[in-house]
């Protein structure tokens, strides 16, 4: 019983967006961009994060604000999403402001 019903929560997230972002259901450890902008390269970098446990519970400040405030940008070049996740069990997103 209890391997039926780790199969098909398995399944469930796998095919839902609950699930693991990106690609790779066991083990997912990805960077792409997400945002662009016209700004030249800069010096500083900024992070922030949000953490999703069992698909259920997530909880952080993972905003572009919040990354550019960390560092201390206020001109943005660029953002890039990095995501960790085992199994979908727990999944980290982080997202990385850079600018001047």
């Known amino acids: 019983l209890f391997f039926t019903v780790a199969c098909a929560l398995a399944l ?48 952080g400040d993972a905003g572009v604000q919040k990354a550019a405030k960390n560092a201390g940008i206020t001109k943005i070049s660029h953002v890039d999403k990095k995501v960790w996740s085992i199994l979908g069990l727990y999944t980290v997103t982080t997202y990385t402001v850079y600018g001047n």
Not at 17 to 26: E, F, I, Q, T, Y
Not at 40 to 46: H, I, R, T
């Open 12 to 59: 469930t997230m796998g095919v839902s967006s609950c699930g693991v972002l990106g690609s790779g259901m066991l083990y997912n450890d990805t960077v792409e961009p997400s945002q662009v902008t016209s700004n030249s390269l800069g010096s500083k970098v900024g992070e922030a994060q949000i953490a999703n446990y069992l698909g259920v519970v997530a909880l």
